[in-house]
């Protein structure tokens, strides 16, 4: 079935910079599109951004749209989120998943804290 290991989140300032990166095990990676989603303390998980399988279609959430990059590396099974000009909102735990979520899929995720 698989499963995806989130990495890279941190504590920052804002208007600095982080990378996440979620390797993906199993055959399904080579097979979807896939996302980053987020979740802050006591509100819904939303969706980030997406990918398709060949980085075609690509989609934004407009509170992100023109800060953070979404791309994936097929050969190493791994979607990264390039994420800049952070901002204090975006404090959350953030995940990946395919792009219609997977329940088996969603693991720790992996905390981003951005300061003001």
């Known amino acids: 079935e698989g499963q995806v290991v989130e990495s890279g989140g941190g504590s920052v300032q804002a208007g600095e910079s982080l990378r996440l990166s979620c390797a993906a095990s199993g055959p399904m990676f080579r097979n979807v599109a896939m996302g980053w989603f987020r979740q802050a303390p006591g509100k819904r998980r939303e969706t980030v951004a997406t990918?398709?399988?060949?980085?075609?279609?690509?989609k934004y959430a407009d509170s992100v749209r023109g800060r953070f990059s979404i791309s994936r590396d097929n050969a190493k099974n791994t979607v990264y989120l390039q994420m800049d000009s952070l901002k204090p909102e975006d404090t959350a735990v953030y995940y990946c998943?395919?792009?219609?979520?997977?329940?088996?899929?969603w693991g720790q995720g992996t905390q981003v804290t951005v300061s003001s």
């Open positions: 998943n395919s792009e219609i979520p997977l329940d088996h899929l």
């Open positions: 990918i398709s399988l060949y980085s075609d279609k690509i």
